[in-house]
């Protein structure tokens, strides 16, 4: 049973910087691709981030791109997104999010396993 549970959301202010982490367990192998998204009131959920578990290879959505870095820790089972120079229009409740084959993919359709989410709130 995947397990994935997320930490380090919290209020900040407009330019902090914050890190999430993604504890991963329950995998059944490294073959995973590992998704951040994103959650505004109203709005749609957003692809932000992924990373291939296997290879490290990157994966940014239009909003990361400059300011938000994804990594992981292979022998934690931990996936982090840093996040710098936070705006107000990032507050959201982020969710870590896998799915299998390493298959990278926005659509949060396509992955079936999910954290419970974090809040982060910028004021401004």
């Known amino acids: 049973q995947v397990q994935l549970v997320e930490s380090g959301g919290g209020l900040v202010q407009a330019g902090d910087s914050l890190r999430l982490a993604c504890a991963a367990s329950g995998l059944s192998d490294s073959r995973y691709f590992m998704g951040w998204f994103r959650q505004a009131p109203g709005k749609e959920r957003e692809f932000v981030l992924g990373?291939?578990?296997?290879?490290?290879?990157?994966y940014y959505g239009d909003s990361a791109k400059g300011r938000f870095t994804i990594s992981r820790d292979n022998a934690n089972n931990t996936v982090y997104l840093q996040m710098n120079n936070l705006k107000p229009e990032d507050t959201a409740v982020y969710y870590c999010?896998?799915?299998?084959?390493?298959?990278?993919?926005?659509?949060?359709?396509?992955?079936?396993?999910w954290g419970q989410g974090t809040q982060v709130t910028v004021s401004s």
């Open positions: 990373i291939t578990w296997i290879s490290g290879s990157t």
């Open positions: 999010a896998a799915r299998r084959r390493s298959l990278y993919s926005t659509n949060h359709h396509d992955y079936p396993y």
